[in-house]
Protein backbone atom coordinates (compact mmCIF):
# COMPACT_ATOMS: atom_id res chain seq x y z
CA UNK A 1 0.00 0.00 0.00
CA UNK A 2 2.88 1.95 0.71
CA UNK A 3 4.34 1.54 -2.74
CA UNK A 4 1.27 2.47 -4.20
CA UNK A 5 0.30 5.32 -2.62
CA UNK A 6 3.72 6.66 -3.77
CA UNK A 7 3.51 6.36 -7.22
CA UNK A 8 0.56 9.14 -7.26
CA UNK A 9 2.45 11.40 -4.96
CA UNK A 10 5.97 11.38 -7.45
CA UNK A 11 3.57 11.99 -10.55
CA UNK A 12 1.69 14.56 -8.70
CA UNK A 13 5.52 15.82 -7.74
CA UNK A 14 6.49 15.72 -11.59
CA UNK A 15 3.16 17.34 -12.34
CA UNK A 16 4.18 20.24 -9.75
CA UNK A 17 8.10 20.90 -11.08
CA UNK A 18 6.53 20.81 -15.20
CA UNK A 19 3.90 23.47 -14.25
CA UNK A 20 6.71 25.74 -12.54
CA UNK A 21 8.34 24.84 -15.63
CA UNK A 22 5.91 26.50 -17.78
CA UNK A 23 5.01 29.12 -15.22
CA UNK A 24 9.11 30.39 -15.39
CA UNK A 25 9.05 30.26 -19.53
CA UNK A 26 5.52 31.90 -19.88
CA UNK A 27 8.11 34.78 -19.05
CA UNK A 28 10.20 34.22 -21.95
CA UNK A 29 7.26 33.46 -24.15
CA UNK A 30 5.33 36.63 -23.42
CA UNK A 31 8.47 38.51 -24.48
CA UNK A 32 9.45 36.38 -27.03
CA UNK A 33 9.22 38.83 -29.64
CA UNK A 34 11.43 41.14 -28.24
CA UNK A 35 14.09 38.61 -27.33
CA UNK A 36 13.62 37.35 -31.06
CA UNK A 37 14.28 40.32 -32.30
CA UNK A 38 17.16 41.87 -30.09
CA UNK A 39 19.26 38.89 -29.18
CA UNK A 40 22.11 37.71 -31.53
CA UNK A 41 22.21 33.59 -30.89
CA UNK A 42 25.96 33.82 -31.73
CA UNK A 43 26.53 35.60 -28.44
CA UNK A 44 24.97 33.49 -26.33
CA UNK A 45 25.89 29.91 -27.61
CA UNK A 46 29.53 29.97 -26.01
CA UNK A 47 28.11 30.34 -22.22
CA UNK A 48 24.99 28.06 -22.88
CA UNK A 49 27.74 25.44 -24.49
CA UNK A 50 29.74 26.08 -21.32
CA UNK A 51 26.98 25.31 -18.56
CA UNK A 52 26.13 22.13 -21.14
CA UNK A 53 22.48 23.20 -21.29
CA UNK A 54 23.22 23.21 -25.20
CA UNK A 55 25.39 20.69 -27.05
CA UNK A 56 27.43 21.55 -30.40
CA UNK A 57 24.81 20.00 -32.67
CA UNK A 58 22.57 22.64 -30.89
CA UNK A 59 24.62 25.41 -31.17
CA UNK A 60 25.27 24.63 -35.07
CA UNK A 61 21.55 23.96 -36.29
CA UNK A 62 21.12 27.27 -34.25
CA UNK A 63 23.84 29.33 -36.14
CA UNK A 64 24.40 27.38 -39.63
CA UNK A 65 20.84 25.99 -40.55
CA UNK A 66 19.84 26.73 -44.08
CA UNK A 67 16.34 26.57 -42.57
CA UNK A 68 16.99 29.53 -40.50
CA UNK A 69 17.06 32.38 -43.03
CA UNK A 70 16.98 35.38 -40.00
CA UNK A 71 18.42 36.35 -36.82
CA UNK A 72 15.02 36.64 -35.59
CA UNK A 73 14.60 33.21 -36.71
CA UNK A 74 17.56 31.75 -35.10
CA UNK A 75 16.70 33.80 -31.58
CA UNK A 76 14.05 31.92 -32.25
CA UNK A 77 15.01 28.75 -32.36
CA UNK A 78 17.35 28.98 -29.50
CA UNK A 79 14.31 29.68 -27.43
CA UNK A 80 12.31 26.50 -27.94
CA UNK A 81 15.53 24.79 -27.50
CA UNK A 82 16.37 26.10 -24.27
CA UNK A 83 12.48 25.28 -23.47
CA UNK A 84 12.89 21.99 -24.20
CA UNK A 85 15.65 22.36 -21.28
CA UNK A 86 13.63 22.61 -18.57
CA UNK A 87 14.23 24.95 -15.63
CA UNK A 88 17.76 24.75 -16.21
CA UNK A 89 17.71 26.00 -19.32
CA UNK A 90 15.45 28.57 -18.16
CA UNK A 91 18.12 29.87 -15.51
CA UNK A 92 21.05 29.51 -17.75
CA UNK A 93 19.57 31.72 -20.56
CA UNK A 94 18.74 34.54 -17.88
CA UNK A 95 22.11 34.37 -16.69
CA UNK A 96 23.26 34.63 -20.25
CA UNK A 97 20.69 37.54 -20.45
CA UNK A 98 21.96 39.10 -16.99
CA UNK A 99 25.24 39.19 -19.09
CA UNK A 100 24.64 40.02 -22.32
CA UNK A 101 21.67 42.21 -22.29
CA UNK A 102 21.19 43.12 -18.70
CA UNK A 103 17.74 45.54 -20.10
CA UNK A 104 16.67 41.99 -21.62
CA UNK A 105 16.93 40.82 -18.33
CA UNK A 106 15.44 42.82 -16.70
CA UNK A 107 12.31 43.10 -19.48
CA UNK A 108 11.82 39.26 -18.53
CA UNK A 109 12.54 38.75 -14.68
CA UNK A 110 11.84 42.83 -13.84
CA UNK A 111 15.02 42.72 -11.43
CA UNK A 112 18.21 44.37 -11.86
CA UNK A 113 20.77 42.15 -13.08
CA UNK A 114 23.69 40.84 -10.48
CA UNK A 115 25.98 38.86 -12.35
CA UNK A 116 26.57 36.27 -10.08
CA UNK A 117 27.36 33.25 -12.90
CA UNK A 118 26.00 30.47 -10.09
CA UNK A 119 25.51 27.99 -12.94
CA UNK A 120 28.97 27.78 -14.72
CA UNK A 121 30.34 28.03 -10.90
CA UNK A 122 28.68 24.69 -10.03
CA UNK A 123 29.02 23.21 -13.21
CA UNK A 124 33.37 24.17 -13.88
CA UNK A 125 33.82 25.82 -10.84
CA UNK A 126 35.49 29.15 -10.83
CA UNK A 127 38.42 28.42 -12.90
CA UNK A 128 35.44 27.77 -15.30
CA UNK A 129 34.44 31.18 -14.76
CA UNK A 130 37.66 32.58 -15.27
CA UNK A 131 38.46 30.67 -18.06
CA UNK A 132 35.15 31.53 -19.71
CA UNK A 133 35.59 35.40 -18.85
CA UNK A 134 38.98 35.38 -20.00
CA UNK A 135 37.18 34.23 -23.09
CA UNK A 136 35.44 36.95 -23.14
CA UNK A 137 37.69 39.43 -22.89
CA UNK A 138 39.71 37.96 -25.39
CA UNK A 139 36.46 37.92 -27.68
CA UNK A 140 35.91 41.68 -26.29
CA UNK A 141 39.57 42.71 -27.38
CA UNK A 142 39.06 41.58 -31.03
CA UNK A 143 35.68 42.94 -31.04
CA UNK A 144 37.31 46.81 -29.87
CA UNK A 145 40.09 45.86 -32.67
CA UNK A 146 37.91 45.23 -35.28
CA UNK A 147 35.96 48.01 -34.06
CA UNK A 148 39.28 50.33 -34.51
CA UNK A 149 40.30 48.75 -37.81
CA UNK A 150 36.20 49.29 -38.73
CA UNK A 151 36.86 53.25 -37.59
CA UNK A 152 39.75 54.25 -39.13
CA UNK A 153 38.57 52.47 -42.59
CA UNK A 154 35.35 54.73 -41.44
CA UNK A 155 37.66 57.70 -41.29
CA UNK A 156 39.81 56.88 -44.29
CA UNK A 157 36.27 56.36 -46.38
CA UNK A 158 35.04 59.87 -44.63
CA UNK A 159 38.13 61.89 -45.48
CA UNK A 160 37.41 60.27 -48.99
CA UNK A 161 33.89 60.92 -48.94
CA UNK A 162 35.08 64.67 -47.62
CA UNK A 163 37.73 64.87 -50.51
CA UNK A 164 34.95 63.94 -52.97
CA UNK A 165 32.25 66.20 -51.69
CA UNK A 166 35.28 68.97 -52.35
CA UNK A 167 35.61 67.76 -55.57
CA UNK A 168 31.97 67.41 -56.65
CA UNK A 169 31.62 71.13 -55.20
CA UNK A 170 34.27 72.20 -57.46
CA UNK A 171 32.83 70.12 -60.62
CA UNK A 172 29.29 71.94 -59.74
CA UNK A 173 31.28 75.40 -59.36
CA UNK A 174 32.69 74.49 -62.75
CA UNK A 175 29.53 73.13 -64.36
CA UNK A 176 27.54 76.62 -63.03
CA UNK A 177 30.38 77.90 -65.20
CA UNK A 178 29.85 76.19 -68.28
CA UNK A 179 26.22 76.59 -67.52
CA UNK A 180 26.08 79.98 -67.52
CA UNK A 181 28.39 80.45 -70.46
CA UNK A 182 25.95 77.76 -72.16
CA UNK A 183 23.14 80.72 -71.45
CA UNK A 184 24.50 83.11 -72.59
CA UNK A 185 25.82 81.48 -76.06
CA UNK A 186 22.46 80.19 -76.32
CA UNK A 187 20.58 84.05 -75.45
CA UNK A 188 23.57 85.10 -78.43
CA UNK A 189 22.52 82.32 -80.81
CA UNK A 190 19.02 83.42 -80.33
CA UNK A 191 19.65 86.68 -81.42
CA UNK A 192 22.28 86.01 -84.23
CA UNK A 193 19.05 83.52 -85.09
CA UNK A 194 16.84 86.68 -84.74
CA UNK A 195 19.28 89.01 -86.80
CA UNK A 196 19.22 86.24 -89.66
CA UNK A 197 15.81 85.96 -89.32
CA UNK A 198 15.47 90.11 -89.80
CA UNK A 199 18.20 89.88 -92.69
CA UNK A 200 16.35 86.98 -94.15
CA UNK A 201 13.50 88.99 -94.62
CA UNK A 202 14.99 91.90 -95.57
CA UNK A 203 16.50 90.00 -98.28
CA UNK A 204 13.27 88.79 -99.56
CA UNK A 205 11.89 92.30 -99.34
CA UNK A 206 14.69 94.00 -101.53
CA UNK A 207 13.88 90.21 -103.54
CA UNK A 208 10.78 91.57 -104.20
CA UNK A 209 11.45 94.59 -104.90
CA UNK A 210 14.49 93.59 -107.59
CA UNK A 211 11.58 91.50 -108.95
CA UNK A 212 9.17 94.41 -109.22
CA UNK A 213 11.64 96.82 -110.35
CA UNK A 214 13.19 93.75 -113.19
CA UNK A 215 9.64 94.13 -114.29
CA UNK A 216 9.02 97.96 -114.47
CA UNK A 217 12.78 98.06 -116.40
CA UNK A 218 11.43 95.80 -118.79
CA UNK A 219 7.93 97.60 -119.04
CA UNK A 220 10.17 100.58 -119.43
CA UNK A 221 12.43 98.96 -121.94
CA UNK A 222 9.17 98.02 -123.81
CA UNK A 223 7.99 101.41 -123.83
CA UNK A 224 11.20 103.08 -124.84
CA UNK A 225 11.08 100.55 -127.69
CA UNK A 226 7.75 101.30 -129.00
CA UNK A 227 8.33 105.26 -128.55
CA UNK A 228 11.54 104.84 -130.11
CA UNK A 229 9.48 103.37 -133.06
CA UNK A 230 6.85 105.91 -132.96
CA UNK A 231 9.43 108.45 -133.21
CA UNK A 232 11.05 106.52 -136.35
CA UNK A 233 7.46 106.71 -137.53
CA UNK A 234 7.15 110.30 -136.85
CA UNK A 235 10.65 110.94 -138.42
CA UNK A 236 9.65 108.94 -141.53
CA UNK A 237 6.47 110.98 -142.09
CA UNK A 238 8.54 114.18 -140.92
CA UNK A 239 10.73 113.53 -143.88
CA UNK A 240 8.32 112.55 -146.04
CA UNK A 241 5.78 115.90 -145.38
CA UNK A 242 9.40 118.16 -145.68
CA UNK A 243 9.85 116.46 -149.03
CA UNK A 244 6.53 117.21 -149.75
CA UNK A 245 6.80 120.91 -148.84
CA UNK A 246 10.03 120.87 -150.46
CA UNK A 247 8.35 119.87 -153.55
CA UNK A 248 5.75 122.01 -153.14
CA UNK A 249 7.62 125.24 -152.30
CA UNK A 250 9.85 124.78 -155.71
CA UNK A 251 6.55 124.56 -157.82
CA UNK A 252 5.47 127.29 -156.13
CA UNK A 253 8.65 129.10 -157.39
CA UNK A 254 8.37 127.86 -160.29
CA UNK A 255 4.93 128.60 -161.11
CA UNK A 256 5.59 132.22 -159.46
CA UNK A 257 8.50 132.66 -161.97
CA UNK A 258 6.56 131.66 -165.23
CA UNK A 259 4.44 134.39 -163.65
CA UNK A 260 6.44 136.79 -163.39
CA UNK A 261 7.84 136.44 -167.00
CA UNK A 262 4.60 135.41 -168.87
CA UNK A 263 3.08 138.44 -170.94
CA UNK A 264 1.91 141.34 -169.28
CA UNK A 265 -1.74 142.87 -169.00
CA UNK A 266 -1.43 145.41 -171.86
CA UNK A 267 0.33 143.23 -173.97
CA UNK A 268 -3.00 140.84 -173.88
CA UNK A 269 -5.03 143.54 -174.13
CA UNK A 270 -3.52 144.59 -177.37
CA UNK A 271 -3.34 141.27 -178.81
CA UNK A 272 -6.69 140.84 -178.19
CA UNK A 273 -7.69 143.97 -179.86
CA UNK A 274 -5.74 142.87 -183.06
CA UNK A 275 -7.68 140.00 -183.37
Not at 83 to 108: A, C, D, I, M
Not at 114 to 133: A, D, K, N, Q, Y
Not at 215 to 224: D, F, L
Amino acid sequence: MSAQGAEPEMDDCLEMLKDEEEALWENVECNRHMLSRYINPAKLTPYLRQCKVIDEQDEDEVLNSHMLLSKINRAGRLLDILHTKGQRGYVVFLESLEFYYPELYKLVTGKEPTRRFSTIVVEEGHEGLTHFLMNEIIKLQQQVKTKDVQRCELLAKSRQLEDDRKQLKLNNIELLTFQERYNKMKEERNNYNDELIKVKDENYNLAMRYAQLSEEKNMAVMRSRDLQLEIDQLKHRLNKMEEECKLERNQSLKLKNDIENGPKKEQVLELEREE
